[in-house]
């Protein structure tokens, strides 16, 4: 299995970036993909999460109404596209999968991308 994070980058505050996560090597029906992020000198916390069950999703309270996840299944990749950028969320960006389909309990995640780094400037 293996995750593939892209398209970070510096963008002011008030902009928009959308992460990619290409995935690939999955041979489990029901699993979930989640957004995490870690801010310099911060904790991990997760952003986001999608199901491919269900399509159940689920967002952190700090990015619900900015942030939204979806995937396209043909090229196998997950999304998330951030609207209206602050520069609290300045951290890198890593997308996970969870093989069991838990909505993604971060202390629980089977395969972690290296990460994508999105610095808001303000």
């Known amino acids: 299995v293996q995750l593939v994070e892209s398209g970070g980058g510096l963008v002011q505050a008030g902009g928009s970036l959308r992460l990619s996560c290409s995935t690939s090597g999955f041979t489990f029906d029901d699993y979930a993909i989640g957004w995490f992020r870690q801010a310099p000198g911060k904790g991990r916390e997760g952003v986001a999460c999608l199901s491919y069950s269900d399509g159940r999703t689920d967002y952190a309270n700090s990015v619900k109404g900015r942030f939204t996840i979806s995937s396209d299944n043909a090229k196998n990749t997950v999304y998330l596209q951030m609207t209206d950028l602050k520069p609290g969320d300045t951290a890198v960006y890593s997308c996970?999968?969870?093989?069991?389909?838990?909505?993604?309990?971060?202390?629980?995640?089977?395969?972690w991308g290296k990460g994508t780094l999105v610095t808001v400037s303000s």
């Open positions: 996970a999968a969870d093989l069991r389909d838990l909505l993604c309990p971060e202390d629980a995640m089977d395969y």
